[in-house]
Nanobody, 123 residues
Framework: VQLQASGGGLVQAGGSLRLSCVAS????????MGWFRQAPGKEREFVAT????????QYAVSVKGRFTISRDNTKDTVYLQLNGLKPEDTAVYYC?????????????????WGQGTQVTVSS
């Protein structure tokens, strides 16, 4: 499975972005999908995850209510809508795929990773 993340960019605080992650090589329609992020000088952290049917989602406390994860299994694509962006959301965002059954919040639960897309939020 290859994952290609895109949609990052530079945005002012309060703005929005929509990240996309397209899978190739193998369908990820039965995989749990997740987004993680890594800010400069910090460890990579969990952001959001969605079950393979798309009915169950989980979010990090820091983004809950502002970010929304969704998926389109017909396109093997997962999205992350980022609203109300803050400077502390600045990071490289990574998508990942897991063979877990429901949702997964630990990095070790994911087998496949994309290359990351940069999100920069200016104050």
């Amino acid at each position: 499975v290859q994952l290609q993340a895109s949609g990052g960019g530079l945005v002012q605080a309060g703005g929005s972005l929509r990240l996309s992650c397209v899978a190739s090589g193998r369908s990820v329609s039965s995989y749990v999908m997740g987004w993680f992020r890594q800010a400069p000088g910090k460890e990579r952290e969990f952001v959001a995850t969605i079950s393979w049917p798309g009915r169950k989602t989980q979010y990090a406390v820091s983004v809950k209510g502002r970010f929304t994860i969704s998926r389109d299994n017909t396109k093997d694509t997962v999205y992350l809508q980022l609203n109300g962006l803050k400077p502390e959301d600045t990071a490289v965002y990574y998508c990942a795929a897991s063979s877990f059954q429901t949702t997964a919040i630990m990095q070790t639960e994911y087998s496949y990773w994309g290359q990351g897309t940069q999100v920069t939020v200016s104050s």
